[in-house]
């Protein structure tokens, strides 16, 4: 029942089918009315421009709706340009080597044979050990760039690429001195990436890593360049010469020897090791260093790095104190900054040189250092052979002597 808000009275409603079958069309054409503006809004247009300016509303809203109307398509992320450009380039390598156990000495004790029997074994033990990891085409004739610790040790190292093609891969050289490895492939015209400069690098700038993480073939990350510079012992392995690209692009065990890239789709760093424990929080080679041992392992098959044969540490006053108040040290320390030397390896390039134990650094070829590191990279980035002036302090005077660097021995862990 309809009421008339304005006397109140009701009425009853006319049932002539005259009245009925209006009604129905009303419902009819307001139906097509909402549909129509429906479809519209979706195509991105205005209801206004589906209206003829000659056409009444009544007859414009009767007419039937679009069917071939289509949703917007979502524009591509530089991400995803970034993938498509570089993925076909990243490469899966298993490797796996055989490890032998042998038997200690106090084993073979009759005592022990007695007691054990045939529980001991006789023979050394061998199991085979398999990982994952990754790497980048460097050259479309098969040269890939991974970590030395992918394949260190490998019996047989399998790549396969993005299209699935699988190759036996043969390492030429590993140098687990910066932990880069390079394998080649027998094959041709192969998807390469784009070598960018990690010597410009900023933080805040983006990062994207493609890799194999946890067996996950052609995982895509991304995040931002958290920091630049991280040493070595930073980082938890002191045993290498790296200084660290930081990010928080995710990496997992896999990802290590896969590309680290900027917004351009340029390699900026090969993401090599994470802080176990630890979230957001991943590391890579920078690649202008990874470049520059690659070149060597391709054309020498083994990297020789430049070696002083010096322990040391970053003097801070509270160090210099715990020095001087130590009778065992054997060092008495008058300053409170510098590079301290610890110990002298005999017969090393610094030995030789005349450098000394309790000898404060303070400059080398005339450029201030502040901490160990500053004395790492500037041996690093000499030639075997070349001067190193260095500018030091013993026993309250000014002294000044010239290192040649040597070529380093793998097996030290001096620097």
Do not use: C
Request: aromatic share 4%; no cysteine; charged share 15%.
């Amino acid at each position: 029942m309809l009421v008339d808000n304005q006397n109140s009275k009701a009425y009853k409603p006319a049932s002539s089918p005259f009245r009925k079958a209006l009604s129905y069309l009303s419902l009819v054409l307001l139906g097509a009315g909402a549909t129509f503006s429906g479809n519209y809004f979706l195509s991105g247009h205005l209801f206004s421009q589906g209206l003829s300016n000659s056409r009444s509303s009544t007859q414009a809203l009767a007419e039937p709706a679009p069917t071939n109307v289509s949703l917007p398509t979502q524009n591509t992320n530089f991400i995803t340009n970034v993938v498509e450009k570089v993925g076909p380039a990243v490469v899966r390598i298993d490797s796996s080597r055989t490890v032998t156990t042998q038997m200690p000495d106090m084993f073979n004790n009759p005592l022990f044979r007695d007691f054990f029997g045939a529980d001991l074994p006789t023979e050394p033990q061998k199991r085979v050990e398999r990982g994952t990891g990754s790497g980048f085409i460097i050259n479309s004739n098969g040269e890939i760039l991974t970590n030395a610790h992918v394949v260190e040790g490998a019996d047989t190292v399998n790549v396969t690429i993005k299209d699935g093609r699988s190759f036996v891969g043969k390492v030429m050289g590993t140098d687990p001195v910066t932990d880069v490895a390079i394998v080649k492939i027998q094959a041709s015209n192969l998807p390469t990436v784009m070598l960018g400069n990690s010597e410009e690098l900023k933080p805040g700038e983006w990062a994207i890593a493609i890799g194999n993480p946890l067996g996950l073939d052609n995982t895509v990350t991304k995040g931002i360049i958290s920091a630049t510079g991280r040493t070595s012992s930073q980082v938890g392995v002191p045993d290498k010469r790296v200084q660290f690209i930081q990010t928080d692009a995710a990496i997992n065990p896999g990802n290590s020897g896969g590309p680290l890239l900027n917004a351009s789709g340029q390699v900026i760093g090969m993401n090599t090791a994470i802080i176990q424990g630890a979230q957001g929080l991943g590391f890579a080679i920078p690649i202008n260093t990874a470049k520059r041992i690659a070149d060597q392992l391709i054309a020498h098959g083994k990297v020789q790095h430049p070696y002083l044969g010096i322990q040391m540490v970053t003097l801070t006053p509270d160090l210099k104190q715990n020095i001087n108040n130590n009778p065992n040290a054997g060092l008495t320390v008058d300053e409170d900054n510098g590079i301290l030397i610890a110990k002298v390896m005999q017969n090393s390039p610094a030995a030789k040189a005349g450098l000394r134990a309790g000898d404060v650094i303070h400059k080398i070829n005339g450029q201030p250092v502040k901490n160990a590191e500053d004395i790492q990279k500037a041996v690093e980035d000499s030639q075997l052979g070349s001067n190193l002036q260095f500018e030091l302090h013993r026993n309250q005077r000014d002294m000044s002597l010239t290192v040649q660097p040597g070529a380093f021995p793998i097996e030290q862990a001096q620097k």
